[in-house]
């Protein structure tokens, strides 16, 4: 039995079901079948500790859980290993190989979470542990609609701007944040096994359309005792949009890049971009959700 999601602004038709996404109807977009997937590329032009990717597409293999071969935006190849845990599974999906999914597809993917106010989307960019699901899912108790935990795909309209699209409706919180919040992780699910890190369902507040990008954070952590936002210059922008696009060494063995410079210029150019810098130790979410939301009013 197949199911349909939708997810990214595409429209998967999976062998997997995946109970993170929301269900489709219609035509599929992309597939997901399981199938035999070959150890290595034959003909790799980069490579990770995890990944290889060429003109045959992009491998993903982890030996405890299977290995993906992604293919011309349109198909994913699943080999499972024997025992594999099917979180560990819906989550190498999600994450790496919907990644290499949606670059295929030229779109433009940022590390990033993603919040919908009045004004539009705002991007919450920045590598892991620098707190952008803590403050997502803090925007999204104060109203403010989810669009994209993590990973942030943005696409070309006809008219030639830019959209970002939504993901999931599910945030990831690692415990401590949820305790930090005042929550426990009792009835929740983990996103992996072995990892204390859990999936907090945001259906409800879900944006499951599109949205234009109005403004981009970029979130990191320092010894400094405040919360300091910087903008950031003009000259500057491109080059952060570059550092927070995911898989950029992925994206340089599928050739691809020609496409992804003129995405990442275009949203240098669309939206205001600042740093926005939290002290290590501190518990200082209510002041990044006072500096973020005169953007989403």
Known sequence: ??????????????????????????????FLRFGSVPEHLDQPISRGVLFEAGPEGYLLRVASTGRFLVRDGR???????????????????????????????GALVMHAAS???????????????????????????????????????LTLTPSGSLEAQPAFPFVKLWRDALQRMG?????LTRSMDHVEKYSVSHVPLFHAEPVAPVA????????????????VADSESFAEVRLQTRALRALEGLQLLAGHFQLAAKLAASVPIHR?????DADSVDALVRIVEPFLI
């Open 1 to 30: 039995m197949a199911f349909l999601y939708r997810v990214c602004g595409f429209v998967l038709e999976s062998d997997l079901e995946l109970p993170e996404l929301q269900h489709a109807s219609g035509g599929a977009d992309v």
């Open 75 to 105: 198909e994913i190849t699943l080999d499972v290993v024997a025992g594999a845990s099917p979180r560990d599974l819906r989550a190498l999906l999600l994450g790496p190989a919907i990644t290499a999914v949606l670059h295929q597809r």
């Open 115 to 153: 919040v919908v106010g009045a004004r539009g989307a705002v991007i919450l960019a920045g590598d892991s542990g620098q707190g952008k699901s803590t403050l997502l899912a803090a925007l999204a108790r104060c109203g403010y609609r989810v669009l994209a935990d993590d990973t942030t795909a």
């Open 183 to 187: 929550d426990d992780t009792e009835g």
């Open 216 to 231: 981009m954070f970029v979130l990191r952590v320092s010894n400094d005792a405040v919360v300091k936002c910087e903008p």
């Open 276 to 280: 926005l810098t939290r002290p290590r």
